[in-house]
């Protein structure tokens, strides 16, 4: 997984949450990365956030039209 950690030409090693830059060396995430990444994902947990997300990727769309083409209603 790639992650912005502050670092450039930095990887991920999701399973330590640690960063390892081009000279292998173990760097920390800093904590303010893993706090938005995990915003992130929480922001996108209801399978209708991704649904939009997908739509919008394709092109900008209006609230009306993102309410057709999933079959959902407005709140």
């Known amino acids: 997984m790639s992650l912005d950690t502050g670092h450039h030409d930095c ?3 999701t399973r330590t949450s ?3 830059d081009p000279a292998g060396i173990r760097q920390p995430i800093p904590h303010d990365t893993l706090v938005t990444a ?3 994902l ?3 947990s209801a399978p209708i956030r991704i649904a939009i997300v997908l739509q919008l ?3 900008a769309r209006c609230v ?3 309410v057709g083409a999933l079959g959902v209603t407005q709140h």
């Open 64 to 66: 009306h039209e993102l």
């Open 18 to 20: 640690e960063s390892h």
């Open 57 to 59: 990727r394709e092109s």
């Open 38 to 40: 995990g915003e992130l």
């Open 42 to 44: 929480r922001a996108l």
């Open 11 to 13: 990887t991920v090693d």
